[in-house]
Nanobody, 125 residues
């Protein structure tokens, strides 16, 4: 599967952005899918994910209540709605997908074999 992330930009603290990740190839319903982010000088970190069936959506603790992950199977697109953005949310955001069989939704980069190119999110104070 090939992934294309978009929707990043510059926003003031407290604002909102919606990221999109469009997939070509197999349906997203065949994959665990996730958003990660990487700030300058830091390791790539887990943000949120959706299980294959869509019933499980774990989040990183710092984004709970502010970010919402979702997907539209008919469009083969995943979204990350980001509200109440903070300066510390500034990073390059990556979407990822993996078709392997996991008991739990992966929350590390090792759990995902397919990656999009990333989209920059900058939150100003």
């Amino acid at each position: 599967v090939q992934l294309q992330a978009s929707g990043g930009g510059l926003v003031q603290a407290g604002g909102s952005l919606r990221l999109s990740c469009a997939a070509s190839g197999r349906s997203f319903s065949s994959y665990f899918t996730a958003w990660f982010r990487q700030a300058p000088g830091k390791e790539r970190e887990f943000v949120a994910a959706i299980s294959r069936g869509g019933g499980r959506t774990p989040y990183q603790e710092s984004v709970k209540g502010r970010f919402t992950i979702s997907r539209d199977i008919s469009k083969n697109t995943m979204y990350l709605q980001m509200n109440s953005l903070k300066v510390e949310d500034t990073a390059v955001y990556y979407c990822a997908a993996d078709g392997r069989n996991f008991r739990e939704v992966p929350r590390t980069t090792l759990g995902y074999q397919n990656w999009g190119q990333g989209t920059q999110v900058t939150v100003s104070s």
